[in-house]
Each structure stands twice: as C-alpha cells, then as structure tokens.
C-alpha cells in the first residue's frame, strides 16, 4: 500500500501544535516514515494539487478568513484531524469572549481596530465535520505518532477518558495540593502522563475535561483536600473557556 | 528594461511560522507598492490577560508563540516578580537560564537547519535533505534535540513549560539528568563545528542596509536573559522600566496597526542586534565563530541574521554548560514555593530568540491584572524588514522575477519572524 499523504494546516494558534510534530525529533524520521507530507507550510515550500489523505489542523477559527480557509481545506482533505486545544476546543482564544468583541479590539488597537476581521473563537468541529481530535496545549508528540500509527493501519483511535489525577498516582507524584497549589487534576483529562503535576506545578486541563467531571472525577482527591468538581472547573478556564461556554448554554437549554 | 510590469504576491511566505504576505507591484522599475503584509489572525493576548490573576498570566501570554514560549514565560514570570519584589536566588536563576539557554539553541537550529539552510543548500524544505544531507540533518535533529531537552530537565517541556513559576522552581531536576545534559552539552560542541564548517561555505546575498539596533544589556553578561537597561547601537542605554522613553509604538491610521520606531525611525532587534550592540561580551568560543564566518564584515546585511545565530548557538551551548556546571558542583537545596501578590507595576525585559520581548503588567491589590503591554520581536522587526524591503529592490529590480521573489523571501525568512508573535497586526487590508 503506498503511503498516506499529509499535510499541516494552521489557523489561529501559536503553532505550537505543528512545532510539536516537526520535532518528534528522533521521531521526525518516524512520521516520514508512516506518512509523506506533501504540503506543511512552516517547514516546506512544497504545495500540492492532488486530494489529501490526512489533514492535520492547529489552531481555532477566529475571523472570517479562517471560515473560508477551513471549508475550503475540509474539500481537499479526506480525513480531517484537529491538533491541539486550540483547533479541538478554541483554546486561549475564547477568553476574549469575556469581552465583546468590539472592546478587545479597542484595548488593543484603539480607535483603529474596529476594521479588524476578528470573530468569535470556535474549534474547529464547530464549522467543519472532523474526523478525529488530539487534545492539549501543545500536543504531546507520543500520543500523536500512536494515534497517527492507529489511523494509518485503519484502526479507531482512542482518548483516555479518566482524570489526571489517576497517571499522577500512577506515578507516586507527591499532589501539589500538599503545597497550596489548586490543581485541575481531578477533572482534567488524562493522556500526558499527568506532565504538569510530574514537574511540581498545578494542571490546567490543557486537554479539556473527562466527558462528564462530575461523576468522573478523581473523589479521593476532592474529599482530601475538600473542593468540588464545580469549583475546580471555574478555577482555571484558560484552555476551556469555550467548553465551559457550551456546558453553560446545555445547562440552561435543559432548565 | 523597459515597459516592465513586475508584480510578485507571494502568498503565506513558506518555513516562516505564521502568516505573511509579500506584495511587491512595479512598473519600468518604479516600485508603486511593496510591503510585507500580516495575515495572521488577531489574537488580542493584552485584553486577554486583564482581569486575570498573576497565576494565569504566564501561562496564558506564553502561547503568545509557540517557539519562544520559554522567552515569553522568562519574561512574564519577570514581570510578575517585578511587580510583586521578588528576587529569585541565585540557584533559581542558574535553574532558569540552563532552560532559557536550551530554547535559544533549539530556536535557533530549528532556524539556521531547517528553515534557511533549504535556501543555501538549494532545495524546497528540509525534507529532501533527510535523503541528500543525511548527516547535516541528523546533526540538526541531535543539537535540536539537546535544546529541547535541557528545557525539558529543568521546566518540564520546551513548549509552553509548565514548572516555570515565579520565585522558586516548583520541583529540583533530577541531578544525573544534569549529568547527562551537561555530557551531551560539551559534545554538542563537535556538532556545532561541522554547522560551522557548513555556513562558512554560505554565500551571502549582497546587500546593506545601515540601521539602529536595539538589545538586551547587563554589566556582567552578553544581554539575553539577564537585562539592566536596553541598549542602542546609538550609543544610549534606557532603563527597562522606562522603555516608553526609547521605544515608541503607535497606531498608523491608514494600516490599522500598532508600529514600534524609536526616534531613529525602524530599528532591528535579534541575533544580529544582539551581537551588534553587546559582541564584546560573548563567549570566546563564539567570537572566535564569528571571526571564521566573517561576520564583521556583514554587519549591515540582513542575511547575516542566520550567520549571527550560529555564533550565537555556540556562546548558548557555552553558557549553558558553565550554569549546568555551577549546578553540579553543589546540593541543590529545596525553597518553598509561595507567592504574595501586591498592587504594583512591574516590567520584564529580556532576549527571545528573535529579539527584544518586553511584558509590562499592572496589578490590583488581589494580584488581578489591571493593565498589560507586550513588545514582540517580530513586531518590532516589521518595520524594518519593509525598509529593507525598498533598499534591496530597487538594486535588483532587472533580475527575473523568479531571483527577485526568492531574495526577497529569504530577507523575510533571515529575520526568522515568528509572524504569529505579532499581537499587533501590521496591515489588514490588501491592496490590489
Ligand atoms: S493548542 Fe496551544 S500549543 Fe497548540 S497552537 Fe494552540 S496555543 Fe499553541
Ligand atoms: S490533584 Fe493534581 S497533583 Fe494532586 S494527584 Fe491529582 S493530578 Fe496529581
Ligand atoms: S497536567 Fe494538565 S495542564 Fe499539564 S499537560 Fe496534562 S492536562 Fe495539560
């Protein structure tokens, strides 16, 4: 069977998600290996006309440019992978969604920035169908190869659904709750081998939450240190502001 | 020539991270429009970041960019301790930089390897010299890696590092991890001869554009992460606090952007600033680097910005040995993690890889954000590229097209701008 063919599509994000995967390193050779690139703009002049096999996307779609960009890709593409909290959930973006989008502008801008094209942050999911999501800000490079090894042997990837807390145990971290940091953990999506806590400082769910925090979340973690799974989700929304928007709205639609 | 009509578009300008358009349009060698334009999306990071606590600070203004993420965090977290008067300790700081140092290796390789070197070597990526240059490309990938990992020891990870705080590392390293960095570091060094030995045999295209700099300085060392006051080629030193004085950014009504100039007008900042303003102060083996690759000479010419970071990979993999050193030869000793927040100002100055990177953040009393501002290299570097942009064109304006386009692209690529640094567009409207 010939080899797959990708390419790397970035939108709004800080490309951090297409770093991590032209640094698998040793891996780089690896993932030539599974795939060929035919068209990756950040490391490449190359372009190509023909169909795509696997289109990987970072960051979120924020302005109508990215609209078009990304419909336009979804027709050249046959599978279509978000990379990254910020394509997968909007990531950083949707934090200005706190203020009206009129105003950011002008707080950084001034008067001059009411031309800017600039909408509301969504990921990707939210204006193309997409094949599958890789989460975390940035992505972890190991679980990218496995999933990209998964997809090309025809196999249906899989994203652990239990919280940090359960790999931070796995690995006899002392909890950073013991040092007065408040830590996500209990909530947050495994999959990074719990990288934060490992490092001695808090989580942020870079990777989103587990699909339901509040029957899914680490208890013995929560009672010890006495916080609630609601409380831990308003602690830090840097990367799931846009998660904890949608969860609001899916709230009240059931009220 | 005449009755020429040149119109060059080059769409989303290839291995520079973000997205940048050239637009040049002359007619019998006039240039009636040519300017580097920022399509990148608008991130608003500075509103953003208001109303937050100094906790989320960082981690929010590091995604800034993905490639310096360690710079913005360095600079961040400097802010912050700034603002609230805290001075790390010494072992803190030699913590920090072996981290700081890694990811000015590793953005720098990733530069001069993979994303100039295709315009030397003369093919389209680096992809191709995995087959033709197996060896060139398995040392890139071993230096590379070393920076990446010397990050990885101290802060967990070189994008977005999340042991990086204010005040204290959360967790002391692992010391025969240190062992280890430190052996690979001095191997590095053969390495880093044979990429010299590689760009010595560059030919730079002719070009010369006399300028002002700016960088980083300190009294003790080459000004990258430690930084007292901004220093000018001019010849004049501003205070880090007072940075408003030296550097002005302001909105230009016709392009709806933020600009940055000093009174000089467009200014550089860099690896080539850097060693412009501070060359006396590098490691020895560095200078002796930049004696080889004849940098002196190319002072003034943009295209040497890529020589300016091989000898500036080399001072790095120095200092980050000497620091790695210092560690070692101690116990390193546990310092309690705890942060008092106060209302103030603070202003982290420092080196990223692409040049000076300058966070200033105001706090209310429960250490909440009241007010941000963020100066990025590539920002700064805009203006300057455009000037560059109408020197250069008018020397080669006879020249096919196709030679014109690839100069004037690897200018571009030279500067290394990470265009998605840019949280102020330059321009927004394409003109036709
Ligand atoms: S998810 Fe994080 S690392 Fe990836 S592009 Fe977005 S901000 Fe960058
Ligand atoms: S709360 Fe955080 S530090 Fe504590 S066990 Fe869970 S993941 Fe680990
Ligand atoms: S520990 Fe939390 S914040 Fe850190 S990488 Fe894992 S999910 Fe992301």
């Not at chain 1, 999959?191 to 989103?208: H, I, K």
């Not at chain 2, 590091?62 to 961040?76: E, F, Q, V």
């Not at chain 2, 930084?227 to 010849?235: E, H, R, Y």
Request: proline content about 5%; charged content about 25%; hydrophobic content about 40%.
């Amino acid at each position: 069977m010939a080899k797959p063919t990708a390419a790397v599509f970035s939108f709004t994000g800080c490309e951090g998600c297409s770093l991590a995967i032209l640094e698998c390193e040793k891996e780089l050779l690896d993932v030539v290996k599974l795939v060929d690139f035919v068209e990756w703009r950040e490391a490449m002049s190359e372009r190509t006309e023909a169909m795509i096999d696997l289109g990987f996307i970072d960051g979120a779609i924020s302005t109508h440019h990215d609209e078009k960009k990304i419909r336009q890709v979804r027709e050249r593409v046959r599978m279509l992978i978000s990379i990254g909290a910020c394509a997968t959930n909007a990531g950083v973006n949707a934090l200005k969604h706190r203020y009206g989008l009129r105003e950011v502008k002008e707080i950084v801008y001034g008067e001059a920035g009411a031309e800017f094209d600039t909408i509301s942050a969504r990921p990707v999911h939210a204006v193309v169908p997409v094949e599958f999501e890789i989460p975390g800000c940035p992505i972890q490079g190991e679980e990218f190869l496995r999933i990209v090894l998964d997809i090309v042997q025809g196999k249906q990837p899989r994203l652990p659904n239990y919280p940090v807390c359960v790999e931070c145990k796995r690995k006899e971290n002392v909890c950073v709750f013991e040092k007065g940091m408040i830590c996500m953990g209990p909530v947050a999506r495994a999959g990074c081998g719990a990288d934060c806590p490992s490092y001695g400082a808090w989580c942020e769910a870079c990777r989103g939450f587990v699909d339901n925090p509040n029957d899914e979340a680490h208890e013995e973690v929560l009672t010890k240190y006495g916080v609630t799974s609601e409380e831990l989700l308003q602690r830090y929304d840097i990367f799931c502001a846009y998660e904890l928007e949608e969860r609001k709205s899916r709230q009240q639609g059931q009220r | 020539m005449a009755d020429r009509k040149l119109s060059i578009f080059v769409e989303e300008i290839c291995r520079v991270e973000g997205h940048g358009n050239i637009v040049l349009n002359a007619s019998n060698g006039k240039i009636e429009e040519l300017w580097l334009e920022i399509t990148e999306s608008p991130r608003f990071f500075e509103a953003m970041m208001l109303g937050r606590r100094w906790d989320e600070a960082t981690h929010i203004s590091c995604r800034i960019c993905g490639i310096c993420s360690i710079a913005h965090t360095t600079t961040s977290v400097r802010a912050i301790e700034d603002a609230f008067g805290i001075e790390p300790s010494e072992q803190t700081l030699a913590l920090r930089k072996i981290a700081y140092y890694g990811e000015m290796i590793q953005s720098h390789v990733l530069h001069f390897y993979y994303l100039a070197a295709p315009d030397f070597l003369g093919v389209p990526s680096v992809f191709p010299l995995v087959q033709s240059h197996p060896e060139e490309v398995k040392r890139a990938l071993r230096l590379k890696r070393l920076g990446n990992d010397l990050c990885k020891a101290i802060v967990g990870r070189h994008i977005h590092p999340c042991a990086y705080l204010p005040k204290c590392m959360p967790k002391l390293p692992d010391p025969k991890a240190l062992e280890d960095m430190h052996r690979r570091c001095v191997a590095a060094r053969e390495d880093l001869a044979a990429a010299v030995d590689l760009f010595a045999t560059v030919k730079l295209p002719d070009f010369q554009r006399e300028g002002e700099a700016l960088a980083s300085w300190h009294p003790d060392e080459y000004g990258m992460y430690e930084c007292q006051a901004i220093k000018s080629t001019q010849g004049d030193l501003t205070e880090r606090r007072d940075y408003r004085q030296k550097i002005h950014e302001y909105v230009v009504p016709h392009s709806h952007a933020k600009h940055a100039e000093t009174e000089q007008g467009a200014y550089m900042v860099g690896a080539l600033a850097r060693y412009r303003c501070n060359k006396e102060q590098l490691h020895p083996a560095a200078l002796a680097v930049a004696d080889r690759l004849q940098l002196d000479s190319y002072l003034f010419n943009p295209y040497a910005i890529t020589l300016a970071q091989v000898v500036e990979t080399v001072h790095s993999v120095e200092e980050a040995i000497r620091y790695l050193e210092w560690t070692l030869g101690r116990e390193l000793e546990w310092e309690d993690w705890g942060v008092k927040p106060r209302a103030g100002r603070g202003v982290g100055v420092d080196e990223a890889p692409r040049g000076l990177l300058i966070h200033d953040y105001t706090f209310d009393d429960d250490g909440k954000l009241t007010a941000v501002n963020c100066i990025i290299p590539t920002n700064q570097n805009l203006n300057n590229i455009e000037r560059d942009f109408h020197a250069l064109v008018p020397q080669i304006i006879d020249r096919p097209d196709a030679e014109i386009q690839l100069l004037l692209e690897m200018l571009v690529r030279a500067y290394d701008p990470c265009i998605s640094c840019a949280t102020h567009l330059l321009r927004v409207e394409i003109k036709r």
